[in-house]
Nanobody, 124 residues
Framework: QVQLVESGGGLVQAGGSLRLSCAGSGRTFSSFSMGWFRQAPGKEREFVAAISRSDGTPYYADSVKGRFTISRDNAKNTAYLQMNILKPEDTAIYYC?????????????????WGQGTQVTVSS
């Protein structure tokens, strides 16, 4: 088992930046590929970014490519999502997820553990 706790969400104006953190506990953090998903009210949870356990290769949804950066610090048991040039459509609850698979996935089914989420609100 692993527990994931997101933090760093908040209110920001369009064009601003936030950095989300995902702190892990339980199993060795480096054993997991990590992903970030988001869910806006009334919408399905969607893929944002992921980073592989095997080679650290990042993957991004087209909607955030060039603006968001996923990273990880295994020594700190933490994954990050740096969000720049934020847009109102980025407003959502952001969830951190962990997968035992060596490669990252863009699908919900590819992840075994989930955090409780952190709210990101971008105003225009």
């Amino acid at each position: 088992q692993v527990q994931l706790v997101e933090s760093g969400g908040g209110l920001v104006q369009a064009g601003g930046s936030l950095r989300l953190s995902c702190a892990g506990s339980g199993r060795t953090f480096s054993s997991f590929s990590m992903g970030w998903f988001r869910q806006a009210p009334g919408k399905e949870r969607e893929f944002v970014a992921a980073i592989s356990r095997s080679d650290g290769t990042p993957y991004y949804a087209d909607s955030v490519k060039g603006r968001f950066t996923i990273s990880r610090d295994n020594a700190k048991n933490t994954a990050y999502l740096q969000m720049n040039i934020l847009k109102p459509e980025d407003t959502a609850i952001y969830y951190c997820a962990a997968s035992l698979w060596s490669s990252a996935s863009r699908h919900l089914s590819g992840y075994d553990y989930w955090g409780q989420g952190t709210q990101v609100t971008v105003s225009s």
